[in-house]
């Protein structure tokens, strides 16, 4: 079984920073993509990052382009969003999510597995 684990979340004011930490576990399997999405209240899951495992190569939604970085590392298993200049509208739950197969797409339905999320906020 394949569990997502994210980590990192938390309250912070507009203009600051955090770091989010998604590790994978359970038995081994060809990882080929992780996503960053996140949902705000009354909202639907939007995209916000994905990387390919093998590579490296990253698509980032437009509104955190410039603010969000998005990482790996194989060794460890383990994705990372670091996230600068937050603002409000950034408050959200954070979900990972993997897929096995295929590249990196903005479409939550092409990821099979996901994590139970972490709460970003943002206070003004």
């Known amino acids: 079984q394949v569990q997502l684990a994210e980590s990192g979340g938390g309250l912070v004011q507009a203009g600051g920073s955090l770091s989010l930490s998604c590790e994978v576990s359970?038995?081994?399997?060809?990882?080929?993509?992780m996503a960053w999405f996140r949902q705000a209240p009354g909202k639907e899951r939007e995209f916000v990052a994905a990387?390919?495992?093998?590579?490296?190569?990253?698509l980032l939604a437009d509104s955190v382009k410039g603010r969000f970085t998005i990482s790996r590392d194989n060794a460890k298993n383990t994705m990372y969003l670091k996230m600068n200049n937050l603002k409000p509208e950034d408050t959200a739950v954070y979900y990972c999510?993997?897929?096995?197969?295929?590249?990196?797409?903005?479409?939550?339905?092409?990821?099979?597995?996901w994590g139970q999320g972490t709460q970003v906020t943002v206070s003004s």
């Open positions: 999510a993997a897929r096995a197969q295929g590249t990196i797409v903005a479409v939550s339905t092409a990821y099979a597995y």
């Open positions: 359970g038995r081994t399997w060809p990882t080929r993509a």
């Open positions: 990387i390919m495992w093998s590579g490296g190569s990253t």
